[in-house]
């Protein structure tokens, strides 16, 4: 199986940052695209930002200019970073990746728990 476990959330006053981290093990072959969603309380979860295996990146407006989503492949994890944060970022933010098992020839997508990000002062 393959796990996504995400830490760096927390409590942060506007303006402040925050770096998420996302850290993929398991039976794994190889990781495609890799990214970071959000869910605020009675929201639908919508896409962060979006890094493929070879480094291109997408991001939601709302954050563009903001924050900065990055990967180390050997580790096999995916970052997060938040700048310039704002209380409409309050959210729980989720990593998902587009993950090749070994063995197996087809790609599937696994989600983290989450980890909640709080933007109060």
């Known amino acids: 199986q393959v796990q996504l476990v995400e830490s760096g959330g927390g409590l942060v006053q506007p303006g402040g940052s925050l770096r998420l981290s996302c850290v993929a093990s398991?039976?794994?072959?190889?990781?495609?695209?890799m990214g970071w969603y959000r869910q605020a309380p009675g929201k639908q979860r919508d896409l962060v930002a979006r890094?493929?295996?070879?480094?291109?990146?997408n991001y939601a407006d709302s954050v563009k200019g903001r924050f900065t989503i990055s990967r180390d492949n050997a580790r096999k994890t995916v970052y997060l970073q938040m700048n310039s944060l704002k209380p409409e970022d309050t959210a729980v933010y989720y990593c998902?990746?587009?993950?090749?098992?070994?063995?197996?020839?087809?790609?599937?997508?696994?989600w983290g728990q989450g980890t909640q990000v709080t933007v109060s002062s």
């Open positions: 398991g039976s794994i072959f190889r990781i495609n695209d």
């Open positions: 998902k990746a587009g993950v090749v098992r070994a063995g197996l020839f087809a790609e599937y997508d696994y």
């Open positions: 890094i493929t295996s070879g480094g291109g990146t």
